[in-house]
């Protein structure tokens, strides 16, 4: 199965495929032709009077010349449009594997490391385009030596091939085994190489964390822990590659030695004769050469093989959020949003939300209050649909949101979140994010809106200034406000605020607050809040504690009733809120 579906990436490029085929034929037969003209001058012209010996050993001489630029050619081809061929393949792996990523849900990275994955995108395709480039070339050119050079030693003394073949035959059964063992150590080193990228990525990316808490010692024992464990698979792998080479290496000697004990008692009883047994070692040389080519090549395979598999199991992970079928598109959408008697978990033993009933009018403003961990941030993950409700449903414009693309539903959803992501680049390219065909005018006038644009023209390069890695060369506020200006661009008319200002100080909350206030008119917004005073004027406060519903009103309305609403609301107060 694997094998076929490997040859599939072969196709876009058959034409270059065969030409390197045909190359590494020609290859073959130059090779093996060598040996025959030797043979052919020693019986019929070495034995000859000296000028014809003369004349004809110039002839073959200037043949052998055009044969061997021949091959010269062809062994380019092969060495630079094989390798091209592969590097193509290796692209079009690497981009259908990375666009794969992209429509996996969030389930998926729930569950796997970001350090593992880009393993799977760098370290497995390169030992799988090794394969791709030369598996198919190694497997003709072997076969095509192994089997002409052992015709020709049956017709010069099948005796002596029939001892060959015995010892072959023994070398065979003993690679057999050996590569099932190199099979077990090349996956289990797969995957501690996938591990130490992990670690590394993880480590690297938290490094400001690891810094004050300072962490150094613990993250280096963390990291030596798994680079050991690394070391000891590759120790492992190489005991076995050594007892294989090695192995391997005793059988090669002893076809030498078969050939020159068998050849001597041929020679002694006159069924063979010195010269004859000269060609026969050549061309012993030419089998040998493709079936050490063939044990390099096994290597190879086991590295490419294990993972191509690696490669297949991501591949073969279907999205769990996909567009239904006879989904539509949504186009213009009024906003009207409705949870109705929604139910979710992340696993079968702990529920997150039980039958949540919310409603949002056109361009209304919705607040979710409550403790950490009661599911708020859940509601607007399935909003996006990036996870599915378990049961109940949630409309938009009075139709299930599963009956619209995905693509069409989250671009009609803005969101600004707490943790903000900047991508390396520009701040105009991370405003720009929102819409990625906006021009410049747009891009500021965005800017302008979410109070952003002064910070940015006093920078030396303006919008073509470089926020560093995760936005690292940014505040908390100004990251902020980028997100926003994302938004204004975009212009849905959904909105979900998830926290927006509750990492930020008061004086960065308040500029901020502005923009968010401006970024909600006219929207349907679904507000997540921390800061309780931020959503005084909401239409309506929910209170979410538990996956339930507890509380739900207007501000004034929950004051009066006095219920966790208004003791979160004097707890902030007492505290300077």
């Known amino acids: 199965m694997y094998i076929r579906r490997l040859i599939h990436y072969y196709r876009p490029y058959k034409l270059l495929f065969f030409a390197d085929m045909m190359c590494a034929l020609v290859v073959c037969a130059v090779d093996l032709a060598f040996p025959q003209v030797l043979n052919w001058m020693l019986k019929h012209v070495f034995t000859r009077e000296v000028g014809t010996i003369m004349r004809t050993t ?4 200037v043949s052998l010349l055009v044969l ?4 010269y050619a062809c ?4 060495t630079c449009y094989g390798h091209i061929m592969g590097a193509k393949m290796e692209r079009d792996m690497r981009q259908e594997l990375f666009e794969h990523y992209q429509k996996l849900s969030f389930s998926y990275y729930d569950r796997n490391n970001t350090g593992e994955m880009m393993s799977r995108l760098v370290t497995d395709l390169f030992d799988i385009v090794e394969l791709a480039h030369h598996g198919p070339e190694t497997l003709l050119i072997s076969s095509v030596k192994i089997i002409g050079s052992y015709a020709i030693l049956l017709c010069i003394n099948p005796g002596l091939a029939l001892l060959l073949a015995a010892v072959t035959a023994v070398m065979t059964v003993f690679s057999y085994y050996q590569n099932k063992k ?24 938290g490094i400001r964390v690891v810094k004050s808490f300072s962490n150094e010692k613990l993250e280096k024992e963390k990291f030596a822990g798994k680079n050991g464990d690394f070391y000891d698979s590759r120790v492992s792998s190489y005991r076995v590659m050594g007892f294989f080479h090695s192995g391997t290496a005793l059988f090669h000697g002893l076809l030498y030695i078969a050939i020159l004990t068998g050849g001597g008692w041929y020679i002694s009883q006159g069924k063979l004769n010195p010269a004859e047994l000269a060609i026969y070692a050549l061309y012993v040389g030419i089998f040998i050469q493709p079936i050490e080519m063939l044990l390099h090549f096994t290597e190879m ?9 690696r490669f297949c199991e991501i591949i073969d992970t279907a999205p769990e959020i996909t567009d239904s079928p ?10 009207s949003v409705a949870f109705k008697d929604v139910s979710f978990s992340y696993n079968k033993e702990q529920s997150v939300l039980q039958n949540i009933n919310i409603e949002l009018a056109p361009g209304k403003t919705v607040a979710l209050v409550g403790p950490s961990g009661g599911g708020k941030s859940t509601i607007c993950a399935l909003l996006m649909r990036f996870y599915d409700t378990c ?9 299930d949101i599963r009956n619209y693309t995905l693509s069409s539903l989250r671009k009609n959803i803005g969101i600004v979140q707490q943790d903000i992501y900047m991508f390396s680049g520009t701040i105009r390219e991370n405003i720009a994010y929102g819409k990625p065909d906006a021009t410049m005018e747009e891009i500021i006038n965005a800017s302008k809106r979410a109070n952003i644009h002064d910070f940015v023209m006093s920078l030396p390069d303006g919008y073509d200034s470089q926020t560093g890695e995760r936005g690292v060369r940014l505040s908390g506020g100004q990251k902020q406000r980028i997100s926003i200006a994302r938004v204004f661009l975009k212009n849905p008319p959904i909105l979900i605020l998830d926290e927006a200002t509750s990492a930020l100080d008061n004086e960065s909350e308040r500029k901020i607050q502005g923009a968010l206030q401006d970024l909600a008119k006219g929207r349907t917004t679904l507000v997540i809040a921390h800061r309780l005073s931020t959503i005084r004027h909401a239409d309506e406060i ?5 996956g339930l519903v507890v509380e739900r009103g207007t501000h004034d309305i929950l004051i009066n009733n006095d219920g966790i609403y208004a003791k979160y609301c004097r707890l902030q107060e007492s505290a300077g809120e």
């Open 58 to 61: 110039v002839i073959v001489g």
């Open 68 to 71: 061997y630029l021949v091959r």
């Open 75 to 78: 062994q380019y081809f092969i």
């Open 182 to 205: 190199m099979r077990t150590v090349f996956m289990d080193n797969r995957k501690k190489i996938a591990s130490v990228s992990s670690g590394i990525q993880d480590s690297l990316a």
């Open 301 to 309: 395979f086991q590295r490419g093989f294990t993972g191509f598999r």
């Open 326 to 335: 006879g989904a539509v598109e949504l186009v213009s959408p009024r906003g």
């Open 391 to 399: 049961a109940g449903k949630i409309e938009i414009d009075g139709n």
């Open 542 to 546: 929910i209170v979410i504690d538990k």
